[in-house]
T-cell receptor, first 114, second 113 residues
Framework: GENVEQHPSTLSVQEGDSAVIKCTYSDSASNYFPWYKQELGKRPQLIIDIRSNVGEKKDQRIAVTLNKTAKHFSLHITETQPEDSAVYFCAASIRGGSQGNLIFGKGTKLSVKP | NAGVTQTPKFRVLKTGQSMTLLCAQDMNHEYMYWYRQDPGMGLRLIHYSVGEGTTAKGEVPDGYNVSRLKKQNFLLGLESAAPSQTSVYFC????????????FGPGTRLTVL
C-alpha cells in the first residue's frame, strides 16, 4: 500500500523567511496530493493540492511542486507570517474506490518567529 | 451549511465503558471517514464508508466498529474502551472522485482512564 514520509517534523523560521516541507510517496499510481493545515486545537483544512498531471501550482504565498519521477512533492511558503504557524500535513491519494483514501504524512510543526 | 459536525466534543470514559461518536455532513458526500490523531503520528484511518450501508476497515480498525445507516451520518463505536484509545478523533467526508478532497469535522477529544 501507499506510504507517505514527511520531513522535517519541526521547522522554525523567522518572519519573512521561506519555509519548505518535503514529502515522498511510494505508490507510483498516486495521482492527487493535498496539503492540510491544522492550527492548534482546530480541524485540518485543505490549503492547496496538486494533481499528477501538473508539476507546480501556486496560490499567493503558497506553492506546491511535484516530481513524479522521484515520487516526491513539496510545500513552499514564502514571506512567512506568524499566522502561518501550524502543523502541516501532506497526503497522497489513489484514484477511485477504496484507493481514493488519503494517506497522510506525520506532519510538520511550523513555527514562525516574529 | 454546517459542513461536517461531530458530537460530542469531549468525553472521558473509564476502561471497559462503551460509547458512540456521531458524525454528520450536509454536503451530500458519498464517502465518509474516521481518523484518529495522536502526537507525532499524524492522521490514521480507522474505518471508512463509500456509501450508505457500506463500511470498510482502514489502517487501525481494531477495537472500533462503525455504521452508516444514513448517507449523512457515520457512527464510530467503542465497545470496550481502553487507555490506548485516548486520542482526538476526526470525521471527514468527501465526494470520492478521482481527486478526493476531504472535509474534516471539528474533532472529539476522548480520554480513557
Amino acid at each position: 500500500g501507499e506510504n507517505v514520509e514527511q520531513h522535517p517534523s519541526t521547522l522554525s523560521v523567522q518572519e519573512g523567511d521561506s519555509a519548505v516541507i518535503k514529502c515522498t510517496y511510494s505508490d507510483s499510481a498516486s495521482n492527487y496530493f493535498p496539503w492540510y493545515k491544522q492550527e492548534l486545537g482546530k480541524r485540518p483544512q485543505l490549503i492547496i493540492d496538486i494533481r499528477s498531471n501538473v508539476g507546480e501550482k501556486k496560490d499567493q504565498r503558497i506553492a506546491v511542486t511535484l516530481n513524479k519521477t522521484a515520487k516526491h512533492f513539496s510545500l513552499h511558503i514564502t514571506e512567512t507570517q506568524p499566522e502561518d504557524s501550524a502543523v502541516y500535513f501532506c497526503a497522497a491519494s489513489i484514484r477511485g474506490g477504496s484507493q481514493g483514501n488519503l494517506i497522510f504524512g506525520k506532519g510538520t510543526k511550523l513555527s514562525v518567529k516574529p | 451549511n454546517a459542513g461536517v459536525t461531530q458530537t460530542p466534543k469531549f468525553r472521558v470514559l473509564k476502561t471497559g465503558q462503551s460509547m458512540t461518536l456521531l458524525c454528520a455532513q450536509d454536503m451530500n458526500h458519498e464517502y465518509m471517514y474516521w481518523y484518529r490523531q495522536d502526537p507525532g503520528m499524524g492522521l490514521r484511518l480507522i474505518h471508512y464508508s463509500v456509501g450508505e450501508g457500506t463500511t470498510a476497515k482502514g489502517e487501525v480498525p481494531d477495537g472500533y466498529n462503525v455504521s452508516r445507516l444514513k448517507k449523512q451520518n457515520f457512527l464510530l463505536g467503542l465497545e470496550s474502551a481502553a487507555p490506548s484509545q485516548t486520542s482526538v478523533y476526526f470525521c471527514a467526508s468527501g465526494s470520492g472522485g478521482s481527486y478526493n478532497e476531504q472535509f474534516f469535522g471539528p474533532g472529539t477529544r476522548l480520554t480513557v482512564l
